[in-house]
T-cell receptor, first 118, second 113 residues
Framework: AQKVTQAQTEISVVEKEDVTLDCVYETRDTTYYLFWYKQPPSGELVFLIRRNSFDEQNEISGRYSWNFQKSTSSFNFTITASQVVDSAVYFCALSGPFSGAGSYQLTFGKGTKLSVIP | EAQVTQNPRYLITVTGKKLTVTCSQNMNHEYMSWYRQDPGLGLRQIYYSMNVEVTDKGDVPEGYKVSRKEKRNFPLILESPSPNQTSLYFC????????????FGQGTRLTVV
């Protein structure tokens, strides 16, 4: 069975600090995708990034960066120079395999609530 | 504009009164699913549909029904709602299975009293 663990339930940082949100996953599949979603106070889910199981390159997008390490089954998310607008709940998610049984699964972690204090 | 539309956005109802939350997508996606979000539990899948007339249970299907008579629509039916179904519900659609990006609706906040 798949599992996604976001051990940090809540994090508070002061504006301009860097913050890393941890995500550890478990799967027996050799092919899968990993996602990060942001849920601001307004409630909608905002897609941030998707990485496939073959691509361990780290990615940077502005103040956001992601570190994918298959060896430790982790897909961590770092916000550099945090801003108040980054305050939200962040979810990590794991897909099923590209095809076959379980390919329709999308398993979410329980989320990490980030509060950025001015 | 590509989107998944849920209605209503907010609903307060009483125990036992049947209700339907509608979900519609305009992207011709095969795959649609319903999730519920509860504090401290993240999003959990209720039901999913691989195509018209093909549905299957997710992790928490008890107390819910779905139907997929048309590709674009995937309503969630609560035949006899109970207070433990008070939650935030999300509908999602994608081209196929998890390898494709899921588009989420805006969410429906349901309160059962």
């Amino acid at each position: 069975a798949q599992k996604v663990t976001q051990a940090q339930t809540e994090i508070s940082v002061v504006e301009k600090e860097d913050v890393t949100l941890d995500c550890v996953y478990e799967t027996r599949d050799t092919t899968y995708y990993l996602f990060w979603y942001k849920q601001p106070p307004s409630g909608e889910l905002v897609f941030l990034i998707r990485r496939n199981s073959f691509d361990e390159q780290n990615e940077i997008s502005g103040r956001y960066s992601w570190n994918f390490q298959k060896s430790t089954s982790s897909f961590n998310f770092t916000i550099t120079a945090s801003q108040v607008v980054d305050s939200a709940v962040y979810f990590c998610a794991l897909s099923g395999p590209f095809s076959g049984a379980g390919s329709y699964q999308l398993t979410f972690g329980k989320g990490t609530k980030l509060s950025v204090i001015p | 504009e590509a989107q998944v539309t849920q209605n209503p956005r907010y609903l307060i109802t009483v125990t036992g009164k049947k209700l339907t939350v509608t979900c519609s997508q305009n992207m011709n996606h095969e795959y649609m699913s319903w999730y519920r979000q509860d504090p401290g539990l993240g999003l959990r899948q209720i039901y999913y549909s691989m195509n018209v007339e093909v549905t299957d249970k997710g992790d928490v299907p008890e107390g819910y029904k779905v139907s997929r008579k048309e590709k674009r629509n995937f309503p969630l039916i609560l035949e006899s709602p109970s207070p433990n179904q008070t939650s935030l519900y999300f509908c999602a659609s994608s081209l196929s299975a998890g390898r494709y990006l899921a588009f989420f609706g805006q969410g429906t906040r349901l309160t059962v009293v």
